[in-house]
């Protein structure tokens, strides 16, 4: 039997294919923390409940309105990105002029609220979502049996995060939103509507989370509190790639899920505090973060 440092190559890759797909949730719903303080300075403490609100929007739309996985992928990034539209014009536009504190208190508060209503109404136990039927079994690696599903999610959450990297860096669209945000006042007078732009831009953030929770909802259990916990993991991936890097979302986001999964190979114990471990590092080191710039 091949060992790797004392662990069969079996269990060692089986455990980076996880950590890969782990690193896969965290890159998509870094990516959406990075867009909205990168483009707006705005820290989204409510994506959490963001991406819980995906993953609902797609249970209770299954439930109720037979509206399908695939469908859902496309629907819910839609309706839970046009709630945070409204969530920007209506509240967060009117503290944009403040201190980041204010946008990390109010959009925490939001968080709660979202969390508390759902806890009222559908309480704190779980609910499963099915996997869809094209994605039902699994594939033979050879080191390991991959479920069809969490390949699926693999594949999904890269290619949206590269699609977005490449619209936000090398398009006009994505020049258009940097400028607008470093230079509103130019861009008003090129006739650019900046703050129909900062909308979009929140907005798309939204559905980034609520993309990654139709993606999640499958494999978790769909419940109130399911993004709570993950949104620390996520900021601390995001404070490691640099806040408001893009590139630097991605490639740590999936980097952090290696790591994850080879220390529950060999240090278990430490798989749950890891990625603070990592970050405590390259804030001692470099405090703007592995791809931030220095302010």
């Known amino acids: 039997m091949t060992m790797i440092f004392g662990v069969p190559l079996a269990v060692f890759m089986g455990q980076l294919m996880l950590g890969l797909i782990n690193g896969a949730f965290y890159a998509l719903l870094s990516l959406g923390l990075a867009v909205i303080f990168g483009l707006l300075k705005i820290i989204n403490f409510a994506h959490g409940a963001q991406y819980m609100l995906g993953a609902f929007a797609a249970l209770l739309g299954l439930q109720y309105l037979g509206i399908n996985y695939w469908l859902a992928l496309l629907l819910v990034p839609l309706v839970v990105g046009g709630l945070g539209m409204v969530i920007e014009r209506t509240v967060l536009r009117r503290i944009a002029h403040l201190d980041h504190l204010y946008g990390l208190l109010l959009t925490y508060g939001l968080a709660l609220i979202f969390e508390g209503a759902l806890i009222n109404v559908f309480g704190v136990s779980g609910a499963s979502y099915p996997v869809p039927e094209a994605l039902q079994g699994g594939l033979n690696l050879g080191f390991m049996f991959l479920p069809t599903y969490r390949g699926w999610v693999l594949v999904a959450a890269l290619v949206v995060c590269l699609v977005t990297w490449f619209i936000i860096e090398r398009t006009r669209l994505g020049a258009y939103l940097r400028a607008g945000t470093e ?9 650019v509507n900046v703050p129909q732009l900062i909308t979009l831009t929140y907005g798309f953030g939204v559905a980034l989370a609520a993309f990654a929770g139709v993606l999640a909802a499958p494999l978790y259990p769909v419940s109130p509190t399911m993004g709570s916990s993950l949104l620390i993991v996520v900021f601390a991936v995001v404070v490691i790639g640099g806040m408001g890097s893009i590139l630097g979302a991605i490639l740590t986001g999936l980097g952090m899920g290696l790591v994850e999964g080879l220390t529950k190979v060999y240090y ?9 471990l990592v970050m405590i590092l390259v804030l001692m080191l470099r405090p703007a973060g592995l791809f931030g710039k220095e302010a």
């Not at 230079?183 to 006739?191: K, R, Y």
């Not at 278990?268 to 603070?276: C, D, L, S």
């Open 268 to 276: 278990p114990e430490a798989a749950n505090t890891v990625i603070f």
């Open 183 to 191: 230079n509103p006042a130019l861009m008003q007078a090129f006739g």
